[in-house]
Every structure is written in structure tokens, then in C-alpha cells.
């Protein structure tokens, strides 16, 4: 089947550039290319066939000193990282950047024993290269999801291979970038040389991650299953949460966005009696099939795309992948264009569900560290993690991902309508039983989203709205959504801050 094409506003961009060749600069086996100043485009078919090769023949392009992109989340290149390792520790590589958000499997270009050979350079921290990164092995970019393909866009990084997996070619020669079209795109588009795994359990999708076969420098038959995230059990707490957002802060016709985790799983289960909700999200997980199912979502009343689901990239299960696949009610976009605030704020009520690791009594929100520790999650497998206490313990407790929270926060906050809803949500305390509303933020901690930002904070104790309230009213929302067992210490320490006590 045919997928058709949606411009996103850096494709646009592109295709008004002025159109020149460039060579490899030496690198062997790349072969001239048409690109754009700005970016390559590349969905035209082009008169030129990639080379079918073995995955450690295809990787021993890459040399010392190189740049490397790899696709991401459900689309890591699995096989062509495994190949990538050999090729660098066989041929003594050295200083081989690898750019990536999150990436599934064992990433073993950040373990140990390639340190000096490969670096990781995340733009989001996940459990694979999260110990590497504090042990300072590898390096964490902070960045909005949204800003990512400016990086390469505006070279700020150049990209000399891109590793990404996609969908077998189709009778046109077209494949999809499939579960993952996010910043790969973009790096798909600036790169210099495209090394393909094409797997044909990668779904075809929709939008803007169409490329021709023809834009490939090489492929490599990857058949593999897709890494899966599969919902774990709820807690009492995380479904209260849920139930408390879905009733309270969920209207008909809202458009949501949620990442994956407890938490939003718990939000969706709970909106079974919802009518004509949207999804325009930069990512989504299997709890929308279920709404699909029921009737729930019809994407009805949105700006972009109506009648079509939004999103960038998709983590979950075999079940959520054969959603997608060739399924013209999904859309996959660039993540410039889903997490664009202007877009967003253009869709009706905009309801956006985030999480955190703390908040202070005045609204500032700590999601991607803990302490002096940089910290990022995609799903519960990862989130059980270390928390920092003062006396340098670290115990088990979930928190959530950043690289999109402040794009919805923000997106839903000046949303047109006035209706929009910006939702942070977490368990009041932490798996020891220790406050998560606190009167400072732990040192080093860094605040993601400001006290400017905040506007719905929930707890299973309820729902706090800071928008509007000043410091003292905020100590008081705040503290009445804490656990009973902190309050009082709570009230204490918010005096000691304000010199006056917390009040409505």
C-alpha cells in the first residue's frame, strides 16, 4: 500500500532550499548526493539502488572520529549496534560519537569496556546508558524534544551515518520509519550516509517517515521482533490518580496527551465513558487501542489532522504495532511539527499528562534529575530507580520522562480555546514513604518546568491548581494534597520559607 506524505513545517522549509551535490569528503564508499542546503528530502525516488550488505559490512563505513545517529525507542537498529560494537572494538575505532533519545536493547556502545571507542550522547537518558552518563562516560544534552531536529538541521551536529530501521520497500520502493519517526527524520534528512535495517516486523506508518529505498547508501536484512513494553500492574494509589484526572480534569472532545507509564495507563483505563477525546501526542502507548475499541477517541473535533490520531514515535506491545501498521487512522509526524506549542495551542482542550519526581511549596517541578544525578525514563520497566535522600540512600520509586513536558505544558496552558489543561501527576510519596511535595528541592535537582509553567498538580489526595495563586496559596494547594503524615511538617517548613503561614 501506498503511504501518502505530510508536510511538517521543516520539510516545508526544505523543499524551498536551494538544491546542490555533495560528495563524501574523502569517506569511502559514499557516493555523490543531491541534498538541500537546509535538509535533504528524502521521499522522491532517485536513480540509484543501496548496496544489500551484511550488518558489520555495512557499519565498517563508520571511522574514528565519526558522528553517529541511531534510531530510537521501539526502532533501535538492534542488529547494526551489535555489528557497530564489533567494528569498533576489532578495527580499534576511537571517538565515535552516538546520538540517540532513548534507545532499547543493552546499548553496548556505552558499556565500560567501549569507553574511549564510542561516547553516548543522549538528548534523553534512558536505562541503558542512564549509569554511563553519572559515571561520566557519556554526556546528557537537555533539550525540548521539539528542538531536537534543529540540531541537525542547523549543524549544530553533523551527522555522518544515520543507523535507522524501517519497513521493508513496498511495490513503489518506499519504506516507513515505522514506530519511530520523532528526530529521526530530521537526522535521516542531514546525514551523509544511511545505513537501513529493514525488518519486516516493523509496521508501516503513515506521515511524515515515508523514505524511498533510494535514499539508502546501504541495507541489511534485520528480521527481528520489535522490543515490546508491556503493562505492568497498577497500583491502588496510581489508579486513584487516574480515576481523579479522568473525572475531574478529562472533558468530552479533549485533545490528550500522556506518556507511557502507570500513571497515564491508569488515565486512560478511566475514560471509557468519554465521548470524541483526540490524541495529538509525540508519543503514545497501548492503552489508546482500548479507547479506539470502545469508541472513545474520534479525533473529531481537532485542528491538525482531524479524524487522525498524532503522534511521533510509539512504545508498547506487538498489539499496539499492528495497530499502526498501514493504518490510515494514525499519523506519524515530525516531532518539530507535533510538539510545536502553536500547534498544539490550536487543537481543543488540550489536556496534557505529565509526571515529576518532586515539586517545592512554590510550584517548581523537578522531572529530570534526582539530586545531582541526571535522570530519564520511558516506561515502568525503567522507572524503578534510585531516588536521592540527604544521606545518600537511593531506594526504589517510578518518576516519568521531560523531553516533551514543557512543549504540552506550555502547548496546553496558552491553548486557544481556554481550555486547556496542564497536568503534572505523582504518588504523594515515595516508595519509603518520603514526601514528593517538599519544602526545597533536593540539591542539584534541576527545575523543568517553572513555578510560571505549573498549573495542575495531583496526587491520589486530589487535585491542586496553582495557576494564578501566589506563594502563600500555593504552599496551601500543595500541602493539602500531600500525604496526612507530612502536612504538618509540611505547614512548618512552608512558614519558615514564607514567614507566614500557607492559606486559601
Same mark, same amino acid.
Given at each position: 500500500?501506498?503511504?501518502?506524505?505530510?508536510?511538517?513545517?521543516?520539510?516545508?522549509?526544505?523543499?524551498?532550499?536551494?538544491?546542490?551535490?555533495?560528495?563524501?569528503?574523502?569517506?569511502?564508499?559514499?557516493?555523490?548526493?543531491?541534498?538541500? #542546503?537546509?535538509?535533504?528530502?528524502?521521499?522522491?525516488? +532517485?536513480?540509484?539502488?543501496?548496496?544489500?550488505?551484511?550488518?558489520?559490512?555495512?557499519?565498517?563505513?563508520?571511522?574514528?572520529? &565519526?558522528?553517529?545517529?541511531?534510531?530510537?525507542?521501539?526502532?533501535?537498529?538492534?542488529?547494526?549496534?551489535?555489528?557497530?560494537?564489533?567494528?569498533?572494538?576489532?578495527?580499534?575505532?576511537?571517538?565515535?560519537?552516538?546520538?540517540? @533519545?532513548?534507545?532499547?536493547?543493552?546499548?553496548?556502545?556505552?558499556?565500560? %569496556?567501549? %569507553?574511549?571507542?564510542?561516547?553516548?550522547?543522549?538528548?534523553? @537518558?534512558?536505562?541503558?546508558?542512564? #549509569?554511563?552518563?553519572?559515571?561520566?562516560?557519556?554526556?546528557?544534552?537537555?533539550?525540548? +524534544?521539539?528542538?531536537?531536529?534543529?540540531?541537525?538541521?542547523?549543524?549544530?551536529?553533523?551527522?555522518?551515518?544515520?543507523?535507522? $530501521?524501517?519497513?521493508?520497500?513496498?511495490?513503489?520502493?518506499?519504506?516507513?520509519?515505522?514506530?519511530?519517526?520523532?528526530?529521526?527524520?530530521?537526522?535521516?534528512?542531514?546525514?551523509?550516509?544511511? !545505513?537501513?535495517?529493514?525488518?519486516?516486523?516493523?509496521? =508501516?506508518?503513515?506521515?511524515?517517515?515515508?523514505?524511498?529505498?533510494?535514499?539508502?547508501?546501504?541495507?541489511? %536484512?534485520?528480521?527481528?521482533? +520489535?522490543?515490546?513494553?508491556?503493562?505492568?500492574? =497498577?497500583? &491502588?494509589?496510581?489508579?486513584?490518580?487516574?480515576?481523579?484526572?479522568?473525572?475531574?480534569?478529562?472533558?468530552?472532545?479533549? *485533545?490528550? $496527551?500522556?506518556?507511557?507509564?502507570? @500513571?497515564?495507563?491508569?488515565?486512560?483505563?478511566?475514560?471509557?465513558?468519554?465521548?470524541?477525546?483526540?490524541?495529538?501526542?509525540?508519543?503514545?502507548?497501548?492503552?489508546?487501542?482500548?479507547?479506539?475499541?470502545?469508541?472513545?477517541?474520534?479525533?473529531?473535533?481537532?485542528?491538525?489532522?482531524?479524524?487522525?490520531?498524532?503522534?511521533?514515535?510509539?512504545?508498547?506491545?506487538?498489539?499496539?504495532?499492528?495497530?499502526?501498521?498501514?493504518?490510515?487512522?494514525?499519523?506519524?509526524? &515530525?516531532?518539530?511539527?507535533?510538539?510545536?506549542?502553536?500547534?498544539?495551542?490550536? /487543537?481543543?482542550?488540550?489536556?496534557? !499528562?505529565?509526571?515529576?519526581?518532586?515539586?517545592?511549596?512554590?510550584?517548581?517541578?523537578?522531572?529530570?534529575?534526582?539530586?545531582?544525578?541526571?535522570?530519564?525514563?520511558?516506561?515502568?520497566?525503567?522507572?524503578?530507580?534510585?531516588?536521592?535522600?540527604?544521606?545518600?540512600?537511593?531506594?526504589?520509586?517510578?518518576?516519568?520522562?521531560?523531553?516533551?513536558?514543557?512543549?504540552?505544558?506550555?502547548?496546553?496552558?496558552?491553548?486557544? %480555546?481556554?481550555?486547556?489543561?496542564?497536568?503534572?501527576?505523582?504518588?504523594?510519596? #515515595?516508595?519509603?514513604?518520603?514526601?514528593?511535595?517538599?519544602?526545597?528541592?533536593?540539591?542539584?535537582?534541576?527545575?523543568?518546568? #517553572?513555578?510560571?509553567?505549573?498549573?495542575?498538580?495531583? *496526587?491520589?489526595?486530589?487535585?491542586?491548581?496553582?495557576?494564578?495563586? /501566589?506563594?502563600? $496559596?500555593?504552599?496551601?494547594?500543595?500541602?493539602?494534597?500531600?500525604?496526612?503524615?507530612?502536612?504538618?511538617?509540611?505547614?512548618?517548613?512552608?512558614?519558615?520559607?514564607? $514567614?507566614?503561614?500557607?492559606?486559601?
Amino acid at each position: 500500500m501506498f503511504s501518502f506524505k505530510m508536510f511538517s513545517t521543516s520539510s516545508l522549509l526544505a523543499a524551498t532550499c536551494r538544491v546542490v551535490t555533495r560528495r563524501g569528503a574523502g569517506r569511502k564508499n559514499i557516493r555523490p548526493r543531491t541534498y538541500y #542546503t537546509y535538509s535533504h528530502e528524502p521521499f522522491h525516488p +532517485l536513480k540509484r539502488e543501496p548496496r544489500w550488505q551484511t550488518a558489520y559490512e555495512a557499519v565498517s563505513v563508520i571511522k574514528s572520529d &565519526d558522528v553517529v545517529f541511531v534510531h530510537g525507542a521501539a526502532a533501535t537498529p538492534i542488529l547494526l549496534l551489535k555489528a557497530l560494537t564489533k567494528h569498533g572494538k576489532e578495527n580499534n575505532l576511537s571517538n565515535v560519537t552516538i546520538c540517540h @533519545i532513548h534507545t532499547e536493547g543493552p546499548a553496548l556502545y556505552a558499556q565500560p %569496556d567501549c %569507553d574511549g571507542i564510542f561516547r553516548s550522547n543522549s538528548f534523553f @537518558i534512558g536505562a541503558n546508558c542512564r #549509569t554511563a552518563v553519572n559515571e561520566g562516560r557519556a554526556d546528557f544534552v537537555p533539550i525540548f +524534544l521539539s528542538e531536537i531536529p534543529l540540531l541537525f538541521h542547523r549543524k549544530i551536529i553533523n551527522i555522518d551515518v544515520a543507523l535507522v $530501521q524501517v519497513s521493508p520497500p513496498d511495490k513503489h520502493g518506499f519504506c516507513s520509519l515505522g514506530t519511530s519517526v520523532d528526530c529521526a527524520r530530521a537526522a535521516v534528512q542531514n546525514a551523509r550516509y544511511i !545505513i537501513g535495517q529493514v525488518n519486516p516486523c516493523m509496521p =508501516r506508518t503513515f506521515g511524515d517517515g515515508v523514505i524511498h529505498k533510494s535514499h539508502f547508501d546501504s541495507m541489511v %536484512d534485520g528480521l527481528a521482533n +520489535l522490543p515490546e513494553h508491556k503493562p505492568k500492574d =497498577r497500583s &491502588d494509589v496510581e489508579n486513584q490518580i487516574g480515576k481523579l484526572i479522568a473525572e475531574e480534569l478529562v472533558e468530552d472532545g479533549a *485533545t490528550l $496527551q500522556m506518556g507511557i507509564g502507570n @500513571i497515564p495507563d491508569a488515565v486512560l483505563a478511566s475514560l471509557t465513558n468519554h465521548r470524541d477525546l483526540g490524541i495529538h501526542s509525540e508519543m503514545f502507548s497501548d492503552g489508546v487501542v482500548d479507547l479506539v475499541e470502545a469508541g472513545c477517541i474520534t479525533n473529531t473535533f481537532k485542528m491538525f489532522h482531524p479524524g487522525k490520531i498524532t503522534g511521533s514515535f510509539i512504545v508498547g506491545t506487538r498489539r499496539l504495532f499492528d495497530f499502526v501498521d498501514n493504518n490510515p487512522f494514525v499519523v506519524m509526524c &515530525d516531532v518539530s511539527f507535533v510538539n510545536s506549542i502553536p500547534v498544539i495551542a490550536k /487543537n481543543p482542550k488540550v489536556t496534557a !499528562i505529565n509526571s515529576c519526581i518532586e515539586v517545592d511549596l512554590t510550584g517548581q517541578v523537578v522531572s529530570d534529575s534526582i539530586g545531582t544525578k541526571m535522570y530519564s525514563a520511558m516506561s515502568d520497566e525503567d522507572l524503578e530507580t534510585f531516588v536521592y535522600t540527604p544521606k545518600t540512600h537511593f531506594h526504589k520509586q517510578p518518576t516519568k520522562r521531560v523531553g516533551g513536558q514543557v512543549d504540552f505544558i506550555r502547548g496546553a496552558a496558552v491553548g486557544r %480555546d481556554g481550555c486547556g489543561k496542564p497536568i503534572l501527576a505523582m504518588p504523594s510519596t #515515595t516508595s519509603r514513604g518520603e514526601s514528593k511535595i517538599v519544602p526545597f528541592l533536593k540539591k542539584g535537582g534541576g527545575v523543568v518546568t #517553572t513555578r510560571a509553567h505549573v498549573h495542575y498538580i495531583v *496526587t491520589e489526595f486530589g487535585i491542586a491548581d496553582l495557576f494564578g495563586k /501566589n506563594l502563600r $496559596q500555593r504552599a496551601y494547594e500543595l500541602i493539602q494534597i500531600a500525604h496526612p503524615n507530612h502536612r504538618e511538617t509540611l505547614e512548618k517548613e512552608a512558614f519558615d520559607r514564607l $514567614q507566614c503561614m500557607p492559606s486559601p
